[in-house]
């Protein structure tokens, strides 16, 4: 079954964005306000919302929320369609971009550290994806976007979680574009290798394994690009390289790739780069 949706008008959009404070998170929302979209945007740091609300209504004229809201929190969904509703926001729109990474091995890693990545990797995109999914679908004309990564499509030591937790976010959502055909309600992963981010400030410079780092204006444009189409796909990946980087599982084996990765993430971690 095939179908093709109605042109996407940002400017109908009102698009709430997690980890909308740095990254990916605030590259999405500069280039959705350049669109037209109005903002919701929610993370930790109120200041740096706020400066980046301000910034997009003051240069493009769209109605910016900035909503701080801890991520890892439990039952964050509710919390953030109460506020939300007291503010008298409607969300059309969704950018799931939230995450961090916790590197090093498994069983020396802080179990709170590996509780909070699963509760922002995982839980919250479920939570807010379940929550705004009905109304999302009713409308019919804007998306559900979940970033999730190069690390979904292999196993990924020394930073295990991190990559279980992004094969979960790319499994769901192809299932969810699945789910959503012929409601006119657009549904695209996003999968990321390295990024010029803040992401490696909490992740550390070899948690890119000593891969080319891409440039988040352009990260953000290849799924834009695939969510303009008439006939999106499930997911995108970002980069030629890392296109070609995802069938290496499928080449090798899942046991020659692991090892690959493992000793890449290894060396990367002795050098720190």
Do not use: C
Not at 32 to 50: E, T
Not at 242 to 271: C, H, K, P, Q
């Amino acid at each position: 079954m095939t179908t093709s949706a109605a042109p996407l008008d940002y400017a109908r959009q009102t698009v709430l964005v997690t980890g909308a404070s740095a990254g990916l998170g605030a590259e999405f929302a500069r280039q959705l306000a350049a669109r037209g979209s109005d903002l919701v945007l929610v993370a930790r740091r109120a200041d740096r919302l706020q400066a980046l609300a301000t910034q997009l209504q003051e240069q493009h004229g769209t109605t910016v929320a900035a909503v701080p809201m801890d991520l890892a929190a439990p039952d964050v969904a509710r919390r953030l369609q109460t506020e939300l509703a007291r503010r008298q926001v409607e969300v059309t729109s969704v950018v799931n971009n939230a995450g961090f990474a916790s590197t090093g091995l498994f069983h020396e890693t802080e179990l709170a550290d590996l509780s909070a990545e699963v509760a922002v990797d995982v839980t919250s995109v479920v939570e807010i994806s379940h929550a705004f999914m009905p109304r999302l679908r009713e409308r019919g004309d804007g998306f559900l976007l979940n970033v999730a990564s190069m690390a979904a499509y292999q196993a990924d030591p020394r930073m295990a979680v991190y990559g279980a937790s992004k094969a979960f976010v790319l499994s769901l959502t192809e299932a969810l574009w699945y789910e959503a055909r012929g409601t006119g309600l657009r549904v695209l992963a996003l999968s990321p290798g390295a990024t010029e981010t803040e992401f490696f400030d909490v992740a550390g410079d070899g948690a890119d394994g000593g891969t080319r780092r891409m440039p988040a204006d352009a990260v953000v444009a290849t799924a834009l690009t695939a969510l303009e189409r008439r006939n999106p796909p499930p997911s995108v990946i970002a980069g030629r390289g890392n296109r070609v980087a995802s069938l290496l599982a499928r080449v090798v084996g899942r046991r020659r790739a692991t090892e690959l990765i493992g000793g890449m993430m290894a060396r990367s971690a002795a050098t720190g780069r």
